[in-house]
């Protein structure tokens, strides 16, 4: 039998769905527990894991409609396999990104004026794909096609993509099992309340005994330090804290020795707490460090650089000490505020120029002392 791979997904069942932030919470967040029972998967701590999603069986009876196409209608897929239209958009087809090759195809029955400006306008094109649909488009009067047939529609579709998420669990702790911390994209654009294709799948369609089909995906730039005294610095806030969870675990799990320092961030502790139940009793133990920072709690916005930037004498004697630091969460922002802290603080407390600060921590990346995990 071939085995499991992002080709070829492991059909994994869900033993458990919970939520982790409390009801109201502006950053919704889940953990989700997949069985890797009988798959032959293997992960490392700091690996990732690929989802296939399916789509929200709302937003696909409304795009057949708004099509006026049979929802029974069998259509072929590109292994040669047949099925209906309605499963076709649920599990197969990418109903939600436009893009403007797809773009164009639909135009070719369409011929909207509408439409061929836009592909003819870069910037005019990329504003207008934010924030819509196929369902936007098919339910514009401007812009709506009258496909011959739903083979002629699906012909024109991406397929739907996997969702890679860093992995919550350590497999020396959970044997068997693989876990993941997901926050539920929801948002409202152009009238419509719009949901996240894998997040919401995982958050409100999926519950214990479900299959849902899952890949590892090797992050080979993202381990633990061989040596398990040595200190760790990590910076997740949100859903960053995901791999920091399988790091404190496989750190136990080892009876690694060395010190533990997690900075979190969310806006509220009254609903964005992540673990807490777990990183109490670490906390209490002196096993594990812990600043957090509550952005929205005050008048002024705190975030995990502010802490960081204030603990950055301590920080500094870490840093001296041989510790590694690791960063997860948003590449755009949070990652690039975090490391313009960290040279800051090895500019401040090593008494160096800016050079020299930059040499400092492009020495610990070389020496695999500073990683990132950034999306």
């Known amino acids: 039998m071939e085995p499991y791979s992002m080709k070829n997904p492991f059909p994994a069942t869900v033993r458990a769905v919970r939520h982790i932030t409390k009801p109201g919470s502006a950053k919704e967040t889940v953990h989700v527990d997949f069985s890797l029972e009988g798959s032959g998967l293997e992960y490392t701590t700091g690996d990732a894991l690929g989802v296939l999603p399916r789509n929200d069986e709302q937003l696909v009876d409304a795009l057949i409609g708004a099509l006026g196409l049979q929802a029974e209608e069998t259509v072929s897929l590109s292994d040669g396999s047949q099925t209906s239209l309605r499963e076709a958009l649920i599990g197969v087809y990418d109903i939600t990104a436009l893009k403007k090759g797809a773009l164009a195809k639909w135009n070719a029955v369409a011929q909207s004026g509408k439409l061929t400006s836009l592909l003819e306008d ?67 654009s152009l009238g419509r309340p719009r949901k996240g294709v894998c997040s919401t799948f995982l958050a409100d369609r999926i519950k214990p005994g479900d299959k849902v089909r899952v890949f590892v995906h090797s992050n080979k730039n993202f381990r633990l330090p061989e040596d398990g005294a040595t200190p760790i610095i990590m910076v997740g806030p949100g859903t960053g804290i995901a791999p920091f969870r399988a790091f404190w ?49 005050q008048a002024h916005k705190i975030y995990v650089q502010h802490l960081m930037d204030a603990a950055g ?63």
Request: glycine residues 6%.
């Open 249 to 297: 675990q496989q750190r136990i799990a080892d009876h690694a020795t060395g010190p533990m320092w997690l900075f979190f961030g969310n806006p509220y502790k009254a609903t964005d707490g992540c673990y807490e139940d777990e990183l109490e009793p670490l906390i209490a133990n002196g096993v594990l460090k812990y600043s957090v920072a509550w952005s929205r709690d």
């Open 313 to 375: 004498a301590e920080i500094w004697q870490w840093l001296e000490k041989g510790a590694a630091v690791y960063m997860c969460g948003d590449a755009n922002r949070m990652a690039k505020d975090v490391e313009q802290t960290l040279l800051v603080i090895i500019a401040r407390e090593g008494r160096m120029d800016e050079q020299q600060a930059a040499d400092y921590l492009a020495a610990m990346k070389a020496q695999k002392r500073y990683q990132k995990d950034v999306y």
């Open 122 to 188: 870069k910037e005019a094109l990329k504003e207008y794909c934010y924030g819509r649909d196929w369902l936007d488009v098919a339910s514009d009067p401007e812009t709506t096609a009258h496909f011959a047939s739903a083979t002629d529609f699906v012909a024109i579709l991406p397929k739907l993509t996997p969702r890679l998420y860093s992995i919550a669990s350590s497999p020396d702790a959970v044997p068997g099992q693989v876990s993941l911390c997901v926050g539920a994209v929801r948002y409202e």
